[in-house]
């Protein structure tokens, strides 16, 4: 994938198989790229408007065939929206992409207005660069005629000079971090064990000399009393691993004393355990893992961008299974910060192997946390799809996580953890319960529970349950949020 500059916004002078518009809603006067585009086509751009043919909604796409009039074969005029935000430009790049993959593009050239603000550029350049993937590991006759991980990726021209090469770059590493996190989450769990994904995340490392790897296995754990995960991986006949990876800049180049913290939530197929879940869309546990995903492809993105602050990734990464050996409603276990946990719903598992992820991150020097979960079904009930959950401990640091999401299109809205929600996690037998028996305020509970096991230093959880996938596919949600939450850490003093 390479996404690169033109200074050139004449239409007759950019060289693609596809050229993107944006339009907004409602379309207004022919202007700017808009305006230059009709009078290369001979008027093709107004008539379409007048005939009301585009309209600029969010998620339209309309496709142009451009005669050979211009270099491009084809332009697709992509609606924004009204008033559109960041997520709203990258879904447009993503519409924009899909539409160009189905005429078969491989080059892709984005047009947009010389007043669009930088960020709306480069977050429509992302959606264009990411929105044509798809994994193509499994398929027999893949798409692109050549069997490999995934195809459909663009090779995206963003023309005018509206973005710098640096910022082009940053896009392209950006695109591959994203793309790399939904292969992860996507690819079946049979291939995707909890072995294979610190494989995985050794290779990120590999190459990227400020990264290093460590991966934790059941001795290891056994050793740190991280009873927590154990007593999840206990159900299941693949080992269980705690994946730590570590980006230290040069001295020289660290610009706070702050060590960011990123923690995620690794499970590679979740039944359920013995609470087992119903049968029908099980399949899409695979993805279970989508948080642990995205922490570990933001760690290379971290180190391409050259980000200037120590930052410390824990992914917990297991299977939850019924077996003879899995854990049980009512068990006890002791978690590695000495808490005891009465298990009372074996489908609550993610928060306990994020327990002992928080504690070990916090013990190995994290200043402050961020985790990432597909932890809870209420959290999509609450605000859907198009916001992730965020719980934080400290407020300033929670707005700083919020605005990062607002930057880069993550959008996270602010949720509650207010005292009054302590009694939930209480056990009539042990510290802690790791489920709530009132069926309320279900995903502010998961968020109550994991706040014990931060050591009290400035913690923020994302619950990602609604964000982390679009229908059967993994989005990539958290990529972007943990690098942009990294570099604004490193400006914190």
Known sequence: MTVTTSRTAEPARIKADALVVPVPSPPGDL?????????????????????????????????????GD???????????????????????????????RDA????????????????????????????????????STPSGGKRGRARGEMS???????????????????????????ELAETPSNHMTPTILAKRAQQVARGRRTLSVDVLGPRELTSLKAGALLAVAQGSAEQPRMIVMRHR?????????????????????????????PSAGMEEMKMDMAGGAAVIAAMGLIADLEVPAEVIAVVPSTENMPSGTAMKPGDVFTAMNGRTI???????????????????????????????????????????DVYAGLFGSDPAFTELVREAGDETGDLCWPMPL???????????VADLSNSAKKRQAGAVYAARFLRDFTEGIPWCHVDVAGTAM?????SGFGVRLAADVAGRVARLR
């Open 156 to 182: 995206v021209v963003v023309a005018g000079g509206a973005l710098a090469p640096a910022r082009a770059r940053a896009v392209a590493a950006t695109a591959e971090a994203v793309n790399l996190a939904r």
């Open 470 to 474: 679009h229908g059967d596919h993994a």
């Open 418 to 428: 207010h005292p009054g929600y302590d009694p939930l996690v209480k056990s009539a």
């Open 31 to 67: 202007d700017g790229p808009l305006a230059a585009l009709d009078a290369a086509l001979g008027g093709l751009v107004a008539a379409v408007m007048a005939d009301g043919e585009v309209t600029g909604a969010a998620g339209q796409v309309r496709v142009l065939h451009t005669r």
């Open 342 to 384: 009465e298990v009372t719903n074996t489908d609550a598992e993610g928060r306990l192997i994020l327990a002992d992820a928080l504690t070990y991150c916090a013990r190995q020097g994290a200043t402050r946390m961020v985790d990432m979960a597909t932890l809870t079904g209420a959290i999509v009930v609450a605000i859907g």
């Open 249 to 277: 800049p040069p001295k020289s180049a660290r610009a706070t004393r702050e060590v960011l913290g990123l923690v995620g939530k690794a499970v590679t197929f979740d039944t359920g355990g013995i609470s087992i879940k």
């Open 70 to 100: 211009i270099p491009a074969a084809r332009v697709l005029l992509a609606g924004v929206g009204e008033q559109p935000d960041r997520g709203a430009w990258a879904a447009a790049g993503r519409a924009a992409a899909r539409a160009a």
């Open 104 to 139: 078969g593009a491989r080059t892709v050239a984005l047009l947009a207005d010389a007043g669009t603000d930088g960020g709306d550029v480069r977050a429509m350049a992302e959606g264009l660069a990411t929105g044509a993937w798809r994994l193509d590991a499994f398929r």
